[in-house]
């Protein structure tokens, strides 16, 4: 017997008709239950910081460094990032501020990331060094390279 790809049979039953294809806003009703995802009555919780990370990332790769930035700054002044996504949106924060030639926004939050210890500490003492280095600060990239040496 010969055996069918999933493809080869849905395209065979589409091509005889018995398959109806119906669109997916047709089945989203006004009564979805309180877990549907297609449900329009509430608004979605939290997609402030989401939209704001996607827009971040939409002006970094149009090359808007700053932009994005200022948005990510701005998301995480908004305090409904949930937690587990806090340490994206503060690394977020670094790498552009970087990116952006923003030296000292990038050195706070940073520094402020070690003290908090959130995310990875070694990939954070690595971008101490490198802001360190990159705002001149030989000392502190030194510390940094210790403390990142010192497993």
């Known amino acids: 017997m010969k055996q069918f790809s999933l493809a080869i049979l849905l395209a065979a039953l589409?091509?005889?008709?018995?398959?109806?294809?119906?669109p997916a806003f047709a089945l989203a009703?006004?009564?979805?239950?309180?877990?549907?995802?297609?449900?329009?009555?509430?608004?979605?919780k939290g997609s402030d910081w989401f939209a704001g990370m996607k827009a971040a990332l939409k002006a970094a790769q149009a090359g808007r460094q700053k932009e994005a930035l200022a948005i990510v700054q701005s998301v995480d002044r908004l305090g409904n990032v949930p937690p587990d996504f806090v340490v994206e949106v503060h690394a977020a924060i670094v790498d552009y501020a970087i990116a952006a030639k923003d030296y000292a926004t990038a050195a706070a939050m940073n520094d402020q990331m070690l003290t908090q210890k959130e995310g990875n500490r070694y990939d954070e003492l690595e971008d101490c060094a490198l802001v360190a280095m990159l705002?001149?600060?030989i000392d502190r990239?030194?510390?940094?390279?210790?403390?990142?040496?010192a497993r």
């Open 29 to 44: 009703a006004s009564s979805a239950p309180d877990w549907s995802a297609t449900q329009t009555a509430a608004p979605a």
């Open 14 to 22: 589409l091509q005889s008709g018995r398959i109806l294809v119906v």
């Open 141 to 149: 990239a030194r510390e940094c390279a210790r403390l990142f040496d």
């Open 135 to 137: 705002q001149n600060r």
